[in-house]
């Protein structure tokens, strides 16, 4: 990437101070939302509320125009009309701002002439003024090392994972969902109508980033498709990167990806096979990007796919094969160590219990879930283990209680040692207002909290966690595969 | 069906008196439960504890024997260990019982041949004595309408979704995960290793049941191939039959399966081909089977494809309308009508507005989800709606349950007048115990609450909701094929 543009970018993501252009007292209004994300996220530089009509916003005295701004400004959020935007990049020039984050939409996909008229003149005088845009139509930036944000009640404390996405209500969800897994973000740039900086630029930019450690994407178009794979490739020669495509399908997804930034789709098969080419992760879904997500920011480097299986009652279990070896996963049986283990512990049942271990048939005998895991996690015979937890027991509160509070700390007991990669598996039922009043659902939302917060991948079901799984070793197979070709090839 | 079995059930199934042969007042044993849930779920009739050790149990006085027992026994629901089980069968003869459920396990399941011959026996004893077993190794009935259960905390109202499990625990999480989405059931039968009734026995009883209106099944193995299909054929003729196959894959899933419920399985090819060809609907998790009857149960039959999407932001519609076409349902343009309504309502979106109907441009404008699908219910263009709740928006606490609150009255309202079929979706995240405290999540589960109880089909994905539909529309659409046939054959 250019040296230049991740010094603009490295300079406003991390800005003295920021302004607020249309920052507003009004609550329905998005100039009041950016602005008062700065104080609740704890931006400690200055904040600079830009509105001609008021003296005040939000308790910071306001400022008629950029120009009247004191400090230096390093970075700007603008949420004015988009006629109003070709006045205010002049103005950025004359304070040296060099990158502002446009929210301001209804330009190009509007699909009116002259909102793309007015769009190509922004860009037209962005490039004049010498200044980068972010946008339009987008939510910018979510970073919560330094104070910015885009949405409320997202997490607070930062973490590994970036993200670069077309559309702010994904970015918001995948920060909110993800959040839920235990994921924690460095930078997720929400990038609309990429009229200037687009996704090859982000991609660049994150894949530099030693702060970010897996990217996600979520891309509707993209603008030019050698220099994106170009980019793609950077990057996931750098880390893993997971990319999914908005407006795969037909007419109705062309025309909603157009109302939506502009974008014109292409085919989802050559989309998938580039991806893949790249040597990124394509994901189907917005919850599968999450999935995988979680996979790899909390898994190590795995390449084997003979997995065990781990806890739940027989239809549980024989589910969890299909779905296992459906995803492409081994199950190899029980290798004669473990069974020679199994007879000093569980006489009664050793001979009968297998891989998947069903936790059924444990009922009343001196084995349970946790027990059996620990002597699974340490086999050479399998490279990883999926743990279902046991979400329904014949007992009432306080047996089921204590049974799922032995499993969790069980699993996490043997995540602590890192005798092998695993995921646990515990549904996320649809609750309603009653359930979340339940001690059922209580429990295993505890449970799932203690889980996920010990750095534990936590799938909902197991159809989820194999196939993230299984894409997570195909990606570092292939991985292994480039790297010997590498050191083949630098031995010529 | 045989006659004589339809009314032996019906006996069974609403029993005059239950005798639990091995009540007892250990809470970590299944008498103790078995005979619980009885006086939980309000069973009406006598309750006969059976326990030689016991003078009482739970408050009823015990019989030693089935034989001490004084009143008429209609139904007995056996959890002593399976050695005994002959003993009991020559029992039940002498006192006219006919059907018995036998929790009882560690039988074939075992691998273990002494276990095989005791199971043979078994059958031998209840053919000499004229009973009819449910199992081996299952969890029997759930019958809230006669007070019958094999869980706690399931509903206690009953409803008109019948099912038979192969699996116990598979059954119990499909009535738990099925309530949260409001389903009710009739008879949920957990039949096990199938000795004696089996998988087609229970399809014809239910088949014939008219509180039952839609089927689930989940079959490990089939015991007879051509008389299961006769059966589903006639199921399905008469009412929707989802089926999930258990052990489809590999060898994982084979060993699992034997190891549950010692059955034999097949190729998962072999199943849907077979199962579609019965005119049943093949289900692919125990999710996508709840999914399913989630459909059959809430939606008239329909069987066209095209469907107008409202609300959610501009990357949910995307994604929605990726997921729908790639579901095979079409998207048809908003026709011109619409597009005139929309003008008088919405003059600054009506051109820019389409299918779906990005609900995050209409910020600020006189147009909101609820509105646009008021416009888009009536219109000949759509078979049917998807509607996104918006799960995320730009408020605080008091604009954004106004903002929810709203779109939900709309969907009931729209609901209720029968316009037009419709799905809501509404993501269910992985709660921990925090969030479940957290007024966003809260304010997500009271208004799924409110649509699930205006008996809306809520799903949690797009994905999911989009591919449960198409495959309900391709159900009518052959059942409707079917009649044409069988009109045009009775001309001749």
Redesign the interface.
């Known amino acids: 990437m250019d040296a230049g543009l991740v010094q603009l970018l490295e300079r406003a993501f991390h800005p003295r101070a920021i302004a607020v252009v249309g920052a507003s007292n009004n609550?329905?209004s998005?100039g009041y939302?950016f602005l008062r994300h700065l104080t609740r996220y704890g931006f400690a530089g200055n904040i600079y509320p830009v509105n001609p009509g008021e003296e005040s916003v939000q308790g910071f005295p306001a400022y008629h125009r950029l120009s009247d701004i004191p400090g230096p400004i390093d970075y700007v959020v603008c949420c004015i009309p988009a006629q109003l935007i070709p006045d205010l990049l002049r103005e950025c020039r004359t304070r040296d701002v060099r990158v502002a984050h446009l929210f301001t939409?209804?330009l190009t996909?509007?699909?009116?002439a002259q909102a793309h008229e007015l769009e190509a003149e922004i860009l037209c005088q962005a490039r004049i003024h010498d200044v980068r845009l972010i946008g339009p139509n987008c939510m910018g930036l979510y970073h919560p090392g330094q104070g910015i944000s885009f949405?409320?009640?997202l997490p607070i404390e930062p973490g590994p994972v970036g993200g670069l996405?077309?559309?702010?209500?994904?970015?918001?969800?995948f920060v909110?969902?993800g959040a839920?897994?235990g994921l924690r973000f460095s930078k997720v740039i929400s990038y609309g109508n990429a009229l200037d900086l687009d996704e090859s630029d982000f991609l660049d930019y994150l894949s530099q980033d030693t702060n970010t450690t897996v990217i996600a994407a979520?891309i509707?178009g993209v603008k030019e498709g050698r220099r994106f794979l170009r980019s793609l490739k950077n990057a996931a020669s750098t880390k893993p990167v997971v990319a999914l495509k908005?407006?795969?399908?037909?007419?109705?997804?062309a025309?909603?990806?157009f109302?939506?930034?502009a974008s014109l789709t292409g085919s989802s098969e050559v989309w998938e096979t580039a991806v893949r080419q790249a040597g990124a992760v394509p994901a189907e879904?917005?919850?599968d990007l999450i999935d995988l997500v979680v996979a790899f920011r909390f898994l190590p480097p795995t390449t084997g796919k003979r997995v065990g299986v781990v806890g739940?009652?027989?239809?549980?279990?024989?589910?969890?094969?299909?779905?296992?070896?459906?995803a492409g996963l081994?199950?190899?049986?029980l290798p004669q160590k473990a069974r020679e283990e199994l007879k000093a512990i569980a006489p009664d049942l050793w001979?009968?219990?297998?891989?998947?271990a069903?936790r059924?048939?444990m009922q009343?005998a001196p084995i349970d879930t946790g027990k059996i895991l620990k002597v699974m996690a340490p086999l050479p015979e399998f490279d990883f283990i999926i743990a279902n937890i046991t979400?329904?027991a014949?007992?009432?509160q306080e047996?089921m209680t204590r049974l799922l509070q032995t499993e969790a700390d069980d699993f996490i007991e043997v995540w602590r040692k890192r005798t092998k990669p695993l995921a646990v598996v515990?549904?996320?039922?649809?609750?309603?207002?009653?359930?979340?009043q339940?001690w059922?659902?209580?429990l295993l939302?505890?449970q799932?909290?203690r889980l996920?917060a010990a750095g534990i991948p936590?799938y909902?079901?197991v159809?989820r966690a194999a196939r993230s799984l299984s894409r997570l070793v195909d990606y570092y197979r292939r991985r292994a595969a480039l790297s010997r070709t590498d050191r083949a090839l630098a031995g010529w």
């Not at 081994?330 to 049986?333: C, G, M, S, T, V």
């Not at 515990?426 to 979340?436: I, S, Y």
């Open positions: 609550p329905m998005f939302h939409g209804r996909e509007t699909g009116r949405g409320y009640d996405f077309q559309s702010g209500g994904a970015s918001g969800e909110r969902y839920l897994r979520y509707e908005g407006g795969k399908g037909g007419a109705g997804a025309r909603a990806c109302s939506h930034t879904t917005l919850e739940g009652g027989g239809g549980k279990s024989v589910l969890s094969a299909d779905e296992c070896e459906s081994e199950l190899p049986p001979d009968w219990l297998g891989n998947p069903d059924s048939i009343g979400e329904d014949p007992f009432g047996g515990l549904g996320a039922g649809e609750l309603g207002g009653q359930e979340l339940d059922r659902w209580r939302a505890e799932r909290q996920v936590v909902a079901s159809t």
